[in-house]
């Protein structure tokens, strides 16, 4: 057990709706990612946090969005779903921002759209 | 672009022999990297780590190489157990790439009994 929560485990919806995706780091953890796994694809870097700041933007579509509260849980907000969006997505924690940090992994998200 | 790339998607290994599982880069900027590997409906787990000030790293049955001028890394497993068998990923990153972990498309091991 990583210590990294993520809920839901499994999304099923409907091409032009919104889903949220949450994700609670480890205890005492600052940092939170966002990766997105689509099939025979790598981990896409969408966005980082830390301690509530938007840290790293990578490949994330503008029809995505996400943030970090004060508790320092994280949702990430998919809107306008297409078919293309259905992935696996993780979220990862890791104390600090740095480049040089491990990252301790949810078990993910499992998104299908239809 | 696909900076940190694992070439075989697919790897089977007799149970007992080494499991060598390759990884190239890109960015010559990449200064930290690490392997982590992942069993079914689980997330990624952090396996090994090095540093680019060094060219080996051990941990147990595992150890990773790392040749900085051909841009590539390697695992080797010794000896390979059917427990082993997950999906790898590699992954880089530097305080210069924005502290964004670059990762592999994974490649999927299997340690035959």
């Known amino acids: 057990d990583s210590g990294v929560t993520q809920t839901p485990k499994h999304l099923i919806t409907a091409t032009g709706q919104r889903v949220t995706l949450r994700c609670s780091p480890r205890?005492?953890?600052?940092?939170v990612y966002w990766y997105q796994q689509s099939l025979d694809q790598g981990l896409q870097f969408l966005i980082q946090?830390?301690?509530?700041?938007?840290?790293a933007k990578g490949n994330i579509l503008e029809r995505f969005s996400a943030q970090q509260f004060p508790d320092l849980h994280s949702e990430l907000n998919l809107s306008s779903l297409e078919l293309g969006d259905s992935a696996l997505y993780f979220c990862?924690?890791?104390?600090?921002?740095?480049?040089?940090?491990?990252?301790?992994f949810g078990s993910g998200t499992q998104l299908s759209v239809l | 672009d696909q900076q940190v790339k694992q070439n075989s998607p697919s790897l089977s290994v007799q149970e007992g022999r080494i499991s060598i599982l390759n990884c190239d880069y890109t960015?010559?900027?990449?200064?930290?990297f690490l392997w982590y590997k992942k069993y079914p409906a689980e997330g990624p787990t952090f396996l090994i780590s090095?540093?680019?000030?060094?060219d080996k790293n051990e941990d147990g049955r595992f150890t990773v190489f790392l040749n900085k001028s051909a841009k590539h890394l390697s695992l080797h497993i010794v000896p390979s157990q059917p427990g082993d068998s997950a999906v790898y990923f590699c992954?880089?990153?530097?305080?210069?790439?924005?502290?964004?972990?670059?990762f592999g498309t994974g490649t999927s091991l299997t340690v035959i009994p």
């Open positions: 960015n010559s900027m990449f200064d930290y």
């Open positions: 992954a880089a990153s530097s305080e210069d790439t924005g502290n964004q972990f670059y």
């Open positions: 990862a924690s890791s104390k600090q921002a740095g480049g040089y940090e491990k990252l301790f």
């Open positions: 205890s005492g953890d600052l940092s």
């Open positions: 946090y830390y301690n509530g700041e938007e840290r």
């Open positions: 090095i540093s680019s000030i060094k």
